[in-house]
């Protein structure tokens, strides 16, 4: 299971966030208000395991990662954490570190295991409805995303999965049953986890399903780096606004919750101390954060990129603006790393940032071989705590101070000959967490709502 913090948090005395040492060496719950959950949180595919069982289809992980080769040690989620089998334990882990919330993703094929195209898995609904119950009655907030990262496998072979924008009305219909189903205990809802990522990892670099891509990202069978990604996010925000759309003219009044989607957010700071690489800095976290948020927000894409994309990037009809613009009751982001942005129009870079899909811009952990921050188990993840300090203000910034749940971060330890000492001798992790939350703390200084659910 994922393991992270989850906060929700009603900020109007910011007397209490003062209270906070800077440096996060005194971390504790009394720094925060009555209401600010701490959390963990996962996604079906990497937990639930049984991925045959009891009548759930297969989706597009299941047959990705049984192709020898397309994961590390060719390792699946077949068993994963065997959650479904042992979410009862797992329910008594969180209680047993203090935690009140806990964030899941409903698996598509399990609720249907052919899509729209076979009939509703009344055993699927069943599990779900037992661990909703369960959590509820352990005083465990669900927090629940509908879509994240897995689809029927059956979508994608008639039709290229989220390439179609057939495949906007199977995701509402996929979520209308989920709130028809759970709409009654559920007070915050989450329709997809990083579409930015996802199309990014999917379609960009063909690491994920169904491992698209083109040079320079890499050498992939099928794809186009440059113009697969934008058609695939523009059919996940219209999906995402007409589930928003159905939620709130047939739901939300009755059920009482709230609806949002969460992003994969990163901050920038300029390679050089210098024009061009500032203005990098701008293109950079519209290409990465606003992408996806200035369209559910605004009702269209950063100027940036329709600057830089042109024809390339997809137009919003003047009907589909009106239930896209507005489509959420709270921004979600997952906030991990900060990175160094160089410009691309008017420097050489390496291949990849040299195109208009990276809005010509190169990102790098990396400052004459120096690193940004400490080192993580992911490459691309540094250890930069002032970055949850200005993403947040970013994001409260450009829009308008809205509600806000950080939903995911957190913290992997780099490879170690002796890993499992590693991890007993936590040590990092924890300084991980004192150092962001005190990074947070700063940022709420201010007399504003703020929302927060911190991450993996």
Same mark, same amino acid.
């Given at each position: 299971?994922?393991?992270?913090?989850?906060?929700?948090?009603?900020?109007?005395?910011?007397?209490?966030?003062?209270?906070?040492?800077?440096?996060?060496?005194?971390?504790?719950?009394?720094?925060?208000?009555?209401?600010?959950?701490?959390?963990?949180?996962?996604?079906?595919?990497?937990?639930?395991?049984?991925?045959?069982?009891?009548?759930?289809?297969?989706?597009?992980?299941?047959?990705?990662?049984?192709?020898?080769?397309?994961?590390?040690?060719?390792?699946?989620?077949?068993?994963?954490?065997?959650?479904?089998?042992?979410?009862?334990?797992?329910?008594?882990?969180?209680?047993?570190?203090?935690?009140?919330?806990?964030?899941?993703?409903?698996?598509?094929?399990?609720?249907?295991?052919?899509?729209?195209?076979?009939?509703?898995?009344?055993?699927?609904?069943?599990?779900?409805?037992?661990?909703?119950?369960?959590?509820?009655?352990?005083?465990?907030?669900?927090?629940?995303?509908?879509?994240?990262?897995?689809?029927?496998?059956?979508?994608?072979?008639?039709?290229?999965?989220?390439?179609?924008?057939?495949?906007?009305?199977?995701?509402?219909?996929?979520?209308?049953?989920?709130?028809?189903?759970?709409?009654?205990?559920?007070?915050?809802?989450?329709?997809?986890?990083?579409?930015?990522?996802?199309?990014?990892?999917?379609?960009?670099?063909?690491?994920?399903?169904?491992?698209?891509?083109?040079?320079?990202?890499?050498?992939?069978?099928?794809?186009?780096?440059?113009?697969?990604?934008?058609?695939?996010?523009?059919?996940?925000?219209?999906?995402?606004?007409?589930?928003?759309?159905?939620?709130?003219?047939?739901?939300?009044?009755?059920?009482?919750?709230?609806?949002?989607?969460?992003?994969?957010?990163?901050?920038?700071?300029?390679?050089?101390?210098?024009?061009? *690489?500032?203005?990098?800095?701008?293109?950079?976290?519209?290409?990465?954060?606003?992408?996806?948020?200035?369209?559910?927000?605004?009702?269209?894409?950063?100027?940036?990129?329709?600057?830089?994309?042109?024809?390339?990037?997809?137009?919003?009809?003047?009907?589909?603006?009106?239930?896209?613009?507005?489509?959420? *009751?709270?921004?979600?982001?997952?906030?991990?790393?900060?990175?160094?942005?160089?410009?691309?129009?008017?420097?050489?870079?390496?291949?990849?940032?040299?195109?208009?899909?990276?809005?010509?811009?190169?990102?790098?952990?990396?400052? *004459?071989?120096?690193?940004?921050?400490?080192?993580?188990?992911?490459?691309?993840?540094?250890?930069?705590?002032?970055?949850?300090?200005?993403?947040?203000?970013?994001?409260?910034?450009?829009?308008?101070?809205?509600?806000?749940?950080?939903?995911?971060?957190?913290?992997?330890?780099?490879?170690?000959?002796?890993?499992?000492?590693?991890?007993?001798?936590?040590?990092?992790?924890?300084?991980?967490?004192?150092?962001?939350?005190?990074?947070?703390?700063?940022?709420?200084?201010?007399?504003?709502?703020?929302?927060?659910?911190?991450?993996?």
């Amino acid at each position: 299971m994922f393991l992270f913090l989850s906060f929700l948090l009603l900020l109007k005395n910011p007397s209490l966030a003062q209270s906070l040492n800077d440096d996060g060496q005194d971390v504790k719950r009394s720094h925060f208000p009555d209401g600010f959950f701490f959390g963990t949180s996962t996604s079906s595919y990497q937990v639930e395991g049984a991925y045959i069982e009891d009548g759930k289809g297969l989706n597009n992980w299941d047959v990705f990662s049984h192709i020898p080769g397309n994961i590390k040690n060719n390792d699946n989620g077949d068993i994963a954490d065997n959650h479904y089998y042992r979410f009862l334990e797992d329910i008594e882990l969180m209680c047993s570190l203090g935690t009140n919330a806990y964030r899941f993703s409903i698996s598509w094929t399990r609720i249907l295991p052919r899509g729209k195209f076979g009939q509703v898995n009344p055993r699927g609904i069943m599990f779900y409805n037992k661990l909703i119950d369960n959590l509820l009655e352990r005083g465990l907030e669900p927090f629940v995303t509908i879509h994240h990262h897995d689809i029927p496998q059956e979508l994608v072979d008639r039709y290229g999965g989220w390439l179609s924008p057939l495949m906007q009305e199977d995701f509402v219909y996929f979520a209308e049953i989920c709130f028809k189903s759970f709409g009654d205990r559920i007070k915050n809802w989450i329709t997809m986890n990083e579409p930015n990522l996802l199309v990014d990892m999917s379609y960009i670099r063909g690491w994920y399903p169904p491992a698209h891509c083109s040079p320079p990202f890499g050498n992939c069978s099928a794809g186009n780096s440059d113009i697969e990604p934008l058609i695939a996010m523009h059919n996940m925000i219209l999906g995402h606004a007409k589930a928003v759309k159905l939620y709130r003219e047939h739901f939300q009044l009755k059920q009482g919750g709230s609806i949002g989607i969460v992003g994969f957010t990163e901050y920038f700071e300029p390679l050089r101390d210098n024009e061009l *690489d500032r203005q990098a800095v701008s293109r950079a976290l519209a290409f990465t954060n606003a992408w996806l948020f200035d369209a559910v927000v605004f009702g269209d894409y950063p100027a940036e990129m329709r600057l830089y994309l042109g024809s390339a990037l997809p137009t919003f009809s003047p009907e589909e603006t009106s239930y896209v613009k507005g489509s959420l *009751d709270f921004i979600g982001m997952n906030f991990y790393t900060s990175l160094y942005a160089k410009d691309c129009i008017h420097s050489a870079c390496i291949s990849g940032g040299d195109r208009p899909i990276r809005g010509f811009v190169h990102t790098t952990g990396e400052r *004459d071989g120096e690193p940004i921050g400490g080192r993580c188990g992911n490459p691309r993840f540094f250890v930069v705590p002032e970055g949850m300090e200005k993403i947040v203000n970013y994001m409260k910034e450009r829009y308008n101070n809205m509600p806000m749940f950080v939903t995911e971060n957190g913290f992997s330890p780099p490879q170690q000959n002796d890993q499992v000492q590693a991890l007993l001798q936590d040590t990092n992790r924890v300084n991980f967490h004192k150092s962001y939350l005190a990074a947070l703390a700063r940022a709420i200084r201010c007399s504003w709502i703020f929302r927060v659910e911190l991450g993996r």
